[in-house]
């Protein structure tokens, strides 16, 4: 399969599962009732790190439990005998992954509870969570069903980044108005800029 074959493959993937995710995110955000108690920071904080909880604990370790009992039941068992099937490689660097996809999922997960003010708004908290779990998953299993099968995962990386974007506007905006929300938007946007014109001239 070519490069070209390759990346419609990639783009296919990606078409069905955006709105898929879209759909699960809609779903949670209208169908939960206001959450009471979140016009504080504090609970809306709690309910973050709570939900950052699950994230790790259904993404983070039970890909640290995969790895694991493939090693205990192989002679992987001894991490110095090169010794990889390709079920761990792929565990293993689905585990790499998430580890740096969920700094970026909590760091913008904590930001959005600080500026969803009421138990309406927060309900995106949840719905972001839930998005993110589930394309971990579909990021995991396509993976194992062939690597660029993978790409199943991306709206959970596209909604971190939009997350994130969000909440940096919005800081942006507090110190120096749109003048703020500009600059941030134009930096990370040039910096996206130059790394694709970079790998384009290899």
């Not at 969803?116 to 969570?129: E, H, K, L, Q, S």
Request: hydrophobic share 55%; aromatic share 10%; proline share 4%.
């Amino acid at each position: 399969m070519d490069l070209g074959q390759q990346r419609r493959v990639l783009i296919s993937e990606i078409a069905i599962a955006f709105p898929v995710a879209i759909a699960l995110w809609c779903g949670i955000y209208f169908g939960l009732p206001p959450l009471a108690g979140m016009e504080e920071l504090v609970p809306r904080l709690v309910l973050a790190v709570k939900c950052g909880a699950l994230a790790a604990l259904f993404c983070l370790v039970t890909g640290i439990e995969a790895v694991a009992h493939e090693r205990l039941a192989s002679p992987a068992i001894d991490p110095l005998s090169d010794y990889v099937t390709r079920r761990l490689r792929i565990n293993q660097q689905y585990l790499q992954n998430t580890l740096e996809q969920l700094i970026v999922f909590g760091a913008g997960l904590l930001g959005l509870a600080v500026y969803c003010a009421d138990g309406v708004a927060i309900r995106a908290v949840p719905a972001v969570t839930a998005v993110w779990i589930a394309a971990r998953a579909a990021f995991w299993i396509g993976y194992h069903k062939g690597s660029l099968h993978r790409a199943a995962g991306a709206p959970g990386v596209m909604q971190s980044l939009l997350v994130l974007l969000y909440v940096s506007a919005r800081f942006g905006y507090e110190i120096a108005g749109w003048a703020g929300v500009a600059a941030i938007l134009i930096l990370f946007g040039g910096i996206e800029a130059f790394l694709v014109r970079a790998t384009r001239m290899r």
